[in-house]
T-cell receptor, first 116, second 109 residues
């Protein structure tokens, strides 16, 4: 696609429920990143993929968070047993390769998660 | 500890004026530094990318500088417009970007 597509754009869930957030990167981009942005806070790194592998998942806050990428394309971020502190905007970004080579990192519009 | 600190936290200027935003980093390893503009409710949009060997890079009315020795960068906005009102985020790193909390800029008529 022309840009990074994320769905849903908004998700309201009850505490304890599981949620899945989807990211469809720009076609041909091998690197995919997930970030979290809480209200008034900076972008917090969660995980990145190179192809289907995740060389760095150090930012995942707890074992309730997991992510996968299949076919070197679409990625899903899953949050199990959601808590109120999980409320944030989850941003996905993709680039032609990792940002080491100064490749442009293009962000999606984000998925806003609200846990009641 | 890898950190990116931005200042000021927020800034109000009048339309047509210039302003400079600051970014200090202690991220290692370091490959490049980027400035992004984020409008409310939207994803960040890339403004500039600088490698450690570059000192300055311009994109229209935006000019970024980088001093790799002092680990400081700045973003200068010339002749500000109302549409420049947004958050400006600095990020740097190697395989992944570490971002600062951003500077919220408001341009008033």
């Amino acid at each position: 696609g022309a840009g990074v597509s994320q769905s849903p754009s908004n998700k309201v869930t009850e505490k304890g429920k599981d949620v899945e957030l989807r990211c469809d990167p720009i076609s041909g981009h091998t690197a995919l990143y997930w970030y979290r942005q809480s209200l008034g806070q900076g972008l917090e790194f969660l995980i990145y993929f190179q192809g289907n592998s995740a060389p760095d998942k150090s930012g995942l806050p707890s074992d309730r968070f997991s992510a996968e990428r299949t076919g070197g394309s679409v990625s899903t971020l899953t949050i199990q047993r959601t808590q109120q502190e999980d409320s944030a905007v989850y941003l996905c970004a993709s680039s032609r390769s990792t940002i080491t080579g100064a490749n442009v990192l293009t962000f999606g519009a984000g998925s806003r998660l609200t846990v009641l | 500890k890898n950190q990116v600190e931005q200042s000021p936290q927020s800034l109000i200027i009048l339309e047509g004026k210039n302003c400079t935003l600051q970014c200090n980093y202690t991220v290692s390893p370091f490959s490049n530094l980027r400035w992004y503009k984020q409008d409310t409710g939207r994803g960040p949009v890339s403004l500039t990318i600088m490698t450690f060997s570059e000192n300055t890079k311009s994109n229209g009315r935006y000019t970024a500088t980088l001093d790799a020795d002092t680990k400081q960068s700045s973003l200068h906005i010339t002749a500000s417009q109302l549409s420049d009102s947004a958050s400006y985020i600095c990020g740097c790193g190697y395989n992944k970007l570490i971002f600062g909390a951003g500077t919220r800029l408001a341009v008033h008529p």
